[in-house]
């Protein structure tokens, strides 16, 4: 069965950090691109971050960018996001996609393969 599945999600405190993984099942992550997504109550799916299938680009939101960081390690078939300094509006579903395109972008329409999401709740 193929599957993307996040791990990682929790409750942080502000300021706090907290690193989510997502991990393929069934198939190979090596030629594929990953962005990381999240979607707070009532609003749209927004891009995070994404990186390329052989990690030679990257991109970030610019609400996120300088505190999060977005990895891969092939080998263990998993993509990383460490997300630092955490704001309660992170506060969301977050969902990894992967999908075979040129580079990355952070755009939701450029990925058709989707995790099942992972809760993060930023608050004291």
């Known amino acids: 069965q193929l599957q993307l599945v996040e791990s990682g999600g929790g409750l942080v405190q502000p300021g706090g950090s907290r690193g989510l993984s997502c991990t393929a099942s069934?198939?190979?992550?090596?030629?594929?691109?990953v962005g990381w997504f999240r979607q707070a109550p009532g609003k749209e799916r927004e891009g995070v971050s994404c990186?390329?299938?052989?990690?030679?680009?990257?991109y970030y939101a610019s609400t996120v960018k300088g505190r999060f960081t977005i990895s891969r390690d092939n080998a263990k078939n998993t993509v990383y996001l460490q997300m630092n300094s955490l704001k309660p509006e992170a506060t969301a579903e977050y969902y990894c996609?992967?999908?075979?395109?040129?580079?990355?972008?952070?755009?939701?329409?450029?990925?058709?393969?989707w995790g099942q999401g992972t809760q993060v709740t930023v608050s004291s």
């Open positions: 996609a992967a999908d075979s395109i040129e580079g990355c972008d952070l755009g939701v329409d450029s990925f058709g393969f």
């Open positions: 990186i390329s299938s052989r990690g030679d680009t990257s």
């Open positions: 069934g198939f190979t992550l090596d030629y594929y691109a």
